[in-house]
C-alpha cells in the first residue's frame, strides 16, 4: 500500500507483480509494529549490482531520516553480498533523494553490465550509486560526527572562531557604539579603514536620509506608513506582524544620529514597512498597491 500510494502514477498490478516476483527482495522499514517503508530491489549477482524498483516511506513520516535510514541499511546488506553498484531510474521528485543518498546520473559501470537486464521507464533519470566496501554504513551518522568534531579542533590551533566574549550594555537604545570597543575585534586583527573626512562622510549620509525620508512622507501613497497600525482597529494586525515598524519610528531612530550608521540598516527598515503591509493585506487592497508604489519610490531613490 506504501508503494502505491507514494507512487500514484505506477499501476496497482504493476506493482504487485514485482513486489511479489521471486527475484526481487523487499527491505522493510517497521515502527512498532506497522510497516511505515521499504525497498524493493533486485539483485543482479552476476553482473554485479542491483537495480532499486521501489522506494517509499509513508507520507506521515517523512522528512524524519527514515529515508536515509533503510536506505543505509541497503547498503549495509549488500556489502555482504559483495553488491556495489546500485541503479535506478528516478522521476524529477525522487531525484533530489537520491542524490542525497549519494546516487549520480553518470553511470560509471560498464554498459553492457546492464543495458538489457533493467527496465527503461519513460521520463525517468537513470541514476547510479557505488557503495564502499569498508564503510559502515550503520553507523554513518557517528563517522560524520567524529570527523566534524576532528576538523573543528583542527581549525582551533589557527583561529579564534570559537572564542566566545561577552556582550556590549548599552545604556540607551540608540547608542553608536565604536567597532574597536566590541570584544574579541581586535583579536581579530580587524583594521579600520578611514575615508576621507569620517564626520563629514556621516553628516552627508544622514543628510541623504533624511531627503528620502522627506521625499517619502510627502508621496500621495505614504498615508497608511505616518503611524502606527492602532491594534484596537486591526485587531489582529500585532499577531501576524511580530516586527512592526512605520515611518514615526524610522523617523526617531534618524533623529537620535546614532541608529543609522549604513544604507543597509536604513534601507532594510524601509523595506520591512514594506513587507510588513504586503504580508497583511490582500494583493488587491489599497494598502497592498500603497506599500508597492513606496517600494518604486524607494528603488529610484535608493
Known amino acids: 500500500d506504501i508503494f502505491a500510494q507514494q507512487l500514484p502514477k505506477m499501476p496497482k498490478e504493476y506493482i504487485t507483480r514485482l513486489v511479489m516476483d521471486r527475484n526481487h527482495h523487499s527491505l522493510l522499514l517497521i515502527k512498532k509494529k506497522r510497516i511505515i517503508g521499504g525497498i524493493c530491489f533486485r539483485p543482479f549477482r552476476e553482473q554485479g549490482f542491483i537495480e532499486i524498483a521501489f522506494c517509499a516511506i509513508s507520507v506521515n513520516e517523512q522528512v524524519k531520516g527514515y529515508g536515509t535510514h533503510v536506505m543505509n541499511h541497503l547498503k549495509s546488506h549488500m556489502q ?19 542524490k542525497k543518498q549519494g546516487f549520480t546520473k553518470y553511470v560509471t559501470l560498464a554498459k553492457e553490465k546492464w543495458t538489457g537486464f533493467i527496465k527503461d521507464y519513460d521520463g525517468g533519470t537513470l541514476m547510479e550509486c557505488k557503495i564502499n566496501s ?63 573626512d569620517e564626520t563629514e562622510s556621516f553628516q552627508l549620509l544622514h543628510y541623504f536620509f533624511k531627503e528620502i525620508l522627506r521625499a517619502i512622507k510627502s508621496h500621495e501613497d505614504a498615508w497608511p506608513f505616518l503611524e502606527p497600525v ?40 524601509l523595506k520591512r514597512m514594506c513587507d510588513n503591509c504586503k504580508v497583511y493585506n490582500r494583493e488587491d487592497t489599497v494598502f497592498y498597491q500603497c506599500a508597492t508604489s513606496i517600494e518604486r519610490l524607494l528603488r529610484e531613490r535608493g
Do not use: C, M
Not at 555482504?80 to 537520491?98: C, E, M, P, V
Not at 516586527?243 to 537620535?256: A, G, H, K, M, Q
Open 80 to 98: 555482504r553480498d559483495k553488491l556495489y553498484y546500485f541503479l535506478t531510474y528516478a522521476d524529477n521528485y525522487a531525484i533530489g533523494y537520491f
Open 230 to 269: 492602532d491594534p484596537e482597529e486591526v485587531t489582529d494586525y500585532y499577531d501576524v506582524i511580530k516586527n512592526p515598524i512605520d515611518l514615526t519610528v524610522i523617523e526617531e531612530r534618524l533623529n537620535s544620529g546614532q541608529y543609522y550608521i549604513s544604507k543597509h540598516i536604513f534601507f532594510a527598515d
Open 134 to 196: 569498508k564503510l559502515n554504513y550503520l553507523d554513518l551518522a557517528n563517522i560524520i560526527k567524529r570527523q566534524r568534531t576532528a576538523l573543528l579542533e583542527k581549525i582551533k590551533e589557527s583561529s579564534n572562531s570559537h572564542v566566545r566574549h561577552e556582550g556590549i550594555i548599552r545604556t540607551s537604545t540608540y547608542e553608536r557604539i565604536n567597532i574597536e570597543d566590541i570584544k574579541g575585534i581586535k583579536e581579530s586583527r580587524w583594521e579600520k579603514e578611514t575615508v576621507g
